[in-house]
Structures are given as structure tokens and as C-alpha cells.
Nanobody, 125 residues
Framework: QVQLVESGGGLVQPGDSLRLSCAGS????????MAWFRQAPGKEREFLAA???????????DYADSVKGRFTISRSNAKNTVYLQMNSLKPEDTAVYYC???????????????WGQGTQVTVSS
């Protein structure tokens, strides 16, 4: 059974940093595109960042304009895990954060094969 499990969410203050993790199991995601999305109450799920396998051990990364320069996606194939480092957090970053995986290239839509259950991030003073 393929699973993605997010962790690392919580309550932080504006300006703080947080690192989310997404651990995969049931298969190896080395050549899969891995992505992070978020969904705030009453809003659609929003693409944040993705990493696509290019060749060998090379991966490309893409970001939504809303988080470019503040969020960084990375991955550890040894741990079958993808991370999202979030800096300079703002109240508008409050949402449930999801990781996702798909064969082939990353896309900025929700067309992914596997999804995690989500982790809550709340940014408030």
C-alpha cells in the first residue's frame, strides 16, 4: 500500500520558520515528481512547489509566485522523503499542507497519483 505521510505542522508566529516532511512508503519515489500544496478554509487547493527527476541524481524545482523566495522544496531519496522549508511565515500561510506524488513531470494542478492526509500550519500572533 502506497502512503505519503506529512509531519511538522503546528502553530507558529509571523516571521517564524517551519519545515514540513513527507515520508513515502510502499514504493520508491526516486523518479516521481513530488509536490506540496495547501488548502485554506473555503479556498481551492493551491500549488506551492514541486521537484521533478531530471537525470541521474538531478532534480528541477518549481515554485508558485506566492512562495518563491520564502519556501524551498528538497528531497532525500535515501529516506524516500520530501521536505518543504518555509521561512518568513505570514498569517495568510495558514492552511492544511499536503504532499503529492506523480509519475513523470511535476504539474501545478492537482493531477497527482498519490496524496498525503495533510498537516495543519497555523501562523498567528
Amino acid at each position: 500500500q502506497v502512503q505519503l505521510v506529512e509531519s511538522g505542522g503546528g502553530l507558529v508566529q509571523p516571521g517564524d520558520s517551519l519545515r514540513l516532511s513527507c515520508a513515502g512508503s510502499g514504493r520508491t519515489f526516486t523518479t516521481y515528481a513530488m509536490a506540496w500544496f495547501r488548502q485554506a478554509p473555503g479556498k481551492e487547493r493551491e500549488f506551492l512547489a514541486a521537484t521533478t527527476w531530471a537525470l541521474g541524481t538531478t532534480y528541477t524545482a518549481d515554485y508558485a509566485d506566492s512562495v518563491k523566495g520564502r519556501f524551498t522544496i528538497s528531497r532525500s531519496n535515501a529516506k524516500n522523503t520530501v521536505y518543504l522549508q518555509m521561512n518568513s511565515l505570514k498569517p495568510e500561510d495558514t492552511a492544511v499542507y499536503y504532499c503529492a506524488a506523480r509519475r513523470g513531470r511535476a504539474v501545478n494542478t492537482t493531477s497527482y497519483d498519490y496524496w498525503g492526509q495533510g498537516t495543519q500550519v497555523t501562523v498567528s500572533s
